[in-house]
């Protein structure tokens, strides 16, 4: 009982030291409240940020989760789980500026994507959008989620699982009663780690 609050306060604090608090304290000691409340456009961008934030946490989390199970509860070939863990580091290792002139170069007017399309009379204004800004958070967040609950989902005790077996207890319902229950912390660790990176990226 005591480690699953712990599992869920551990995260919660993190949170409320990293992001609730500093917010408050830029509220605070913002020069004039009054005008700052008065400011629409101020509230508009907090709103903003915390939506786009969010549905680019939801997303991560839809490709990180199948991603850490592919990369520890399938019997894939091991050259394919070495190829999608080395592409997982890409973020990591190559400047934010190169990592900009590849997303420019491949979704730009005049990038590949749309040089592949203009041959079906198809042009499309994917960069400085909204669906510009997720793919860019998911992109970078995607490795750290998927390794995070890969971790933990490889750290499972396969007696817990055998014995699930034995119940009758198999595929999807297995992942629901047993597995899903004991890799959420590390889903909802990954999920507040990437709003927050997510929501600091506007910064």
Not at 32 to 59: C, E, M, P, W, Y
Not at 65 to 82: D, H
Not at 103 to 109: A, H, Y
């Amino acid at each position: 009982m005591r480690k699953g609050v712990l599992c869920w306060l551990v995260p919660a604090i993190f949170v409320g030291a990293f992001l609730l608090f500093p917010i408050y304290l830029l509220v605070l000691r913002f020069p004039d409240i009054d005008l700052f409340q008065a400011a629409s456009r101020h509230g508009n961008v907090i709103k903003f940020t915390f939506f786009q934030a969010t549905v680019s946490a939801i997303f991560t989390a839809l490709l990180g989760i199948p991603g850490a199970f592919l990369m520890n509860r399938t019997k894939l070939p091991k050259l394919f789980k070495s190829l999608l863990n080395a592409a997982s580091m890409v973020p990591f290792v190559l400047p934010g500026i190169t990592m900009a002139v590849g997303f420019l170069l491949t979704f730009g007017n005049s990038g590949v994507i749309n040089a592949v399309l203009s041959r079906f009379g198809i042009q499309l204004s994917i960069l400085y959008t909204f669906p510009a800004i997720i793919m860019g958070h998911v992109f970078y967040n995607f490795p750290l989620f998927m390794r995070i609950v890969g971790d933990s989902w490889s750290k499972i005790d396969g007696d817990i699982l055998e014995t699930a077996s034995i119940d009758g207890c198999d595929g999807w319902k297995k992942f629901v009663k047993v597995e899903l229950p004991l890799i959420f912390p590390s889903i909802l660790t990954s999920f507040l780690l990437s709003f927050v990176y997510c929501f600091t990226s506007f910064s």
